[in-house]
DNA sequence: ACCTGAACACCGTTCAAGT
DNA sequence: ACCTGAACACCGTTCAAGT
């Protein structure tokens, strides 16, 4: 069966907001990309907003998903490669990325749902890595969140260019992630 | 002497950045605030984005400042006090600090030059804590990098949410720098 | 050099009306 | 229940003109 207006809406405005930011993403143009009128949206979603959350949690859905995967490989390691699919994941779709942790006016339950169900998966990750001797102990969710933070952090740095970018002290994300899990390492 | 037109024009744009965010800084109001007309600004800015760079610019400024200060302390407590500075005025300036590490769709060489010193100060706190001990060696702009990217990482997720707010894993950015310096002193 | 007022194209949102 | 077309208020930007 073919998309519903409610599928095509979302797929539409992520198209817009991979092309041109949020901004890029109007009403008028969702609307005309979707075959409906430039307010039949307001049918599905009561603003702009919405909208713009139900991108963000069709995108951190599959993202929990992307966790799932690596939580085939042994354990020692899953952590790491999850890690590094999230900043290859954030640097090539940067405004997906900057749209999921944006600042939201009206919090949307989808969207939180789909955040907590990202992060639980990781805090399962971790809690092996552990059990495997690989990460130290302590809370799980503190160190998930100390590991996801440093990520984070090292991705969103990098996409407003405030991480050296040349010389000697050049690091990327994925430098520092190796970093930080050396660091644990010798804890 | 009073406030130029250029110095009005951006306190007025920081002023209404910090009631409603960037889409509430519309030159209309900010050259009503200023005593001009709605397009007077384009006589000092070539749009919109260049007046929210120079707010930044002016930001960062600032920033580097307060860097200055945590110098003064002992050099093994130095970096971790600007850190939780750099956390308490992200927290407390939120949209600022959106707005600095945002995307721009044109760089601003003075929003460059700006992050750059406040980058270089912070390598020098981290250098001289090196030498004292209080971090492992190797090479300082990367460790700095290490150490920022943790800080803002958690910052960035604290203001969306994506930080596990209750129950026992419960952790804010200032537990996290803690747990990340504790991680680097064993090593 | 700096500023103004009018104008243009565009956008989010609302509303009355249609099926 | 879902959609349309007209309309409203608002905004960034441009332009001709003023001092």
Redesign the interface.
Known sequence: MRPSTREALVGAAAELLDEG?PEAVTLREVGRRSGVSHNAPYKHFADKEALLAAVAAQELGRRASSLAAAAEQPPDEAVRTAMHGYVAWALEN?RRF?L?????RT?SPEL?TA?DSA?SRL?GLVTAAQNAGAL?GG????????I???????V??A??????RD?????D?D??ID??FG??A??
Not at 139 to 146: H, K, Q, Y
Not at 159 to 164: E, N, P
């Open positions: 930011g940067p900057k999921v942790y944006g600042t939201w919090g939180a955040a992060r805090v130290p809370d799980p969710e503190r160190l998930t969140a100390l996801l933070a440093l990520a984070h952090g090292a969103d740095l996409l407003s260019g405030h991480l050296a010389g000697k002290g050049r690091a994300p430098d520092l970093d930080l660091h644990l010798k804890g």
